[in-house]
């Protein structure tokens, strides 16, 4: 019995026991529905209430206990010698039990002793299974008759059911808060220890990247300089190349679609626009490494000019092109939001629509658009993949964008890819990268939010 089969068989009886419930309240009323505190389907979702979320409940607390139940019980029943082990080869051994009860063979022919404890698992998560499915029967059963039998005219099913809808979202939003938080937290106490080891003046003001600790005193080039300078200044110079991109092109489509454009051209261009924003980012990588930086390099070759194979140019013209559907979606937004009334008071003085487009709806839908490219540049500075495929992974003090540079994500990914101890300046440096890149990203979204906020306070 599989977990699907059993949240199937859930879902079945739930969608019964809202039939069951909205039948209850009909026949209860009378046929006059007008004396019922709540409409029938509430009286549905009450017996739903009732019935499918305690199931539900019991279902996921299970699925989190089982493995550590089956495995103490399997643990229990081993051999004495076996019992004995030592906590590292214990769980080794666990290991080994669980593929070969799976059915991922790790042994041509396992133990005796451990077969035996793995068709002792095998068993035990058969019976965990069937067990779980007649509680949930059990709990579905008896909360569809509890609340069966409570289903009357006066019965309060709306108030009981958004009561329950409204600690859902409370929790969610709990979750979500405690998330960012854990998030913050981590960041915060891993930069700490590495600011304990590299003076935080030296991290943000420093010119030399090299986060190579040397392992030996005579070891060459793993000085370990961590200034974070040529990092940021990569982010800076390629999140500029791509807005100077997505900027104009997209609050130029934005206007078109918004002023000019029919709604029939509108319906299918804008739409289309968008599938950009839905391309996975490895996508618009492979397309930087192998179409966009040969050209830019030729271009730069032809015209004398030393240029990378793999460059900032190249990264942020793509990053750019990622980003357009951002600014142009939301910029649209906004101009649309503009009351037509000024449109057409500009009009009947006798300004053309450019004169218009230009000395009215823009300054009018100026905080919205400065907003959207706000959110593009947070956009552009959390980018990873085109960076790596296309800009390189060299981190260089420079503002040239034929030269190949690096920014504060990929060497984030560059520093915890691999077995890495925590507790060296090299692993930790990426937490200090990824605690300003947050502050940065986060400034830059309640700058937008504020820029949004006040143009919706004046034209709601």
Known sequence: MDYPVILAVLLVLS???????????????????RTLHSLPSYHGLYIVVWAGVPA????????????????????????????????????????????????????????????????????????SRWILLAAVLLVVS????????????????RNAVERVVRWFLILASTIAIFTTIGIVLSLLFEALRFFDRVPIGEFLFGLRWSPQEALRADQVGSSGAFGAVPVFTGTLLITVIAMLVAGPVGLFSAIYLSEYASPRVRNWVKPIMEILAGIPTVVYGFFAALVVAPIVRDAGLSLGLETAS???????????????????SLSDDVINAVPQALRDGSLGLGATRSETIKS??????????????????????????????????????????????????????????????????????????????????????????????RYREKYD
């Open 15 to 33: 969608c019964v026991g809202f039939y069951l419930g909205r039948r209850r309240a009909v026949v209860s009323a009378g046929g006059a529905l």
């Open 56 to 127: 539900l409940i019991l279902f996921l607390v299970w699925i989190a206990a089982q493995n550590a139940v089956i495995e103490w019980l399997v643990r229990a029943a081993l051999p004495e010698q076996l019992r004995g082990l030592s906590p590292d080869r214990m769980s080794l051994l666990m290991s080994d039990i669980r593929n070969i009860a799976t059915g991922n063979i790790v042994r041509a022919q396992p133990d005796p002793a451990v077969a035996a404890a793995a068709e002792h698992y095998r068993s035990l998560v058969a019976l």
């Open 142 to 157: 008896l909360g569809t008759f509890i609340a069966f039998r409570r289903i009357n005219p006066s019965l309060r099913a």
């Open 310 to 328: 793999e460059s900032a140019l190249a990264a942020g013209l793509v990053m750019g092109i990622m980003i357009i559907p951002y600014v142009s």
């Open 360 to 453: 009215v709806v823009i300054p009018a839908a100026l905080p919205g658009i400065v907003g959207a490219l706000l959110l593009g540049v947070s956009r552009a500075v959390g980018e990873t993949m085109i960076v790596v495929m296309a800009a390189g992974l060299a981190a260089k003090l420079t503002a040239n964008p034929l030269d190949n540079v690096t920014t504060v994500t990929v060497q984030i990914v560059t520093l915890l890819v691999g077995d890495q101890e925590f507790d060296s300046a090299k692993t930790l440096s990426a937490f200090a990268l990824g605690l300003v890149l947050f502050i940065v990203t986060l400034g830059l979204n309640i700058i937008a939010l504020r820029v949004v906020q």
